[in-house]
C-alpha cells in the first residue's frame, strides 16, 4: 500500500516562508507526475503546483513566482516552497499523483497564515 505523506506545515505570519515535504515512494522514483494541491475551508480543492518526469514544473497563477516544488527522486521526496506568504494562502496543502486533483494523494499538511 503506497502511501504519500506530508509534512512542514504550520503557522507563519504573512511574509513568511515554509517548505512542505512529502514523502512519495513508489511515485517519485517511478517518475510519475506529482503535483501539489489545496483546499481552504468551505472552497474547492485547487491545484497549487505540478511537476513531471522531466522536472518541468507548471504553478498556479495565485502562486507563481512565490511558490516553487522540486523532486528529488534518490530521496524519493517532493518540496513546496512557500515565500512571500499571504493570508489567502491559508489552507490544508496535500501532494498528489498527478496534476488533475483525482488521483491518490496524502493526509495533507495544515499551513495557516496570519
Known amino acids: 500500500h503506497v502511501q504519500l505523506v506530508e509534512s512542514g506545515g504550520g503557522s507563519v505570519q504573512a511574509g513568511g516562508s515554509l517548505r512542505l515535504s512529502c514523502a512519495a515512494p513508489?511515485?517519485?522514483?517511478?517518475?510519475?507526475?506529482m503535483g501539489w494541491f489545496r483546499q481552504a475551508p468551505g472552497k474547492d480543492l485547487e491545484r497549487v503546483t505540478s511537476?513531471?518526469?522531466?522536472?518541468?514544473?507548471s504553478a498556479a497563477d495565485s502562486v507563481k513566482g512565490r511558490f516553487t516544488t522540486s523532486r528529488d527522486n534518490a530521496k524519493k521526496m517532493l518540496y513546496l516552497q512557500l515565500n512571500n506568504l499571504k493570508t489567502e494562502d491559508t489552507a490544508m496543502y496535500y501532494c498528489a499523483l498527478g496534476d488533475t486533483g483525482t488521483g491518490i494523494r496524502g493526509q495533507g499538511t495544515q499551513v495557516t497564515v496570519s
Open positions: 513508489g511515485y517519485i522514483d517511478s517518475n510519475y507526475c
Open positions: 511537476i513531471d518526469a522531466d522536472r518541468e514544473t
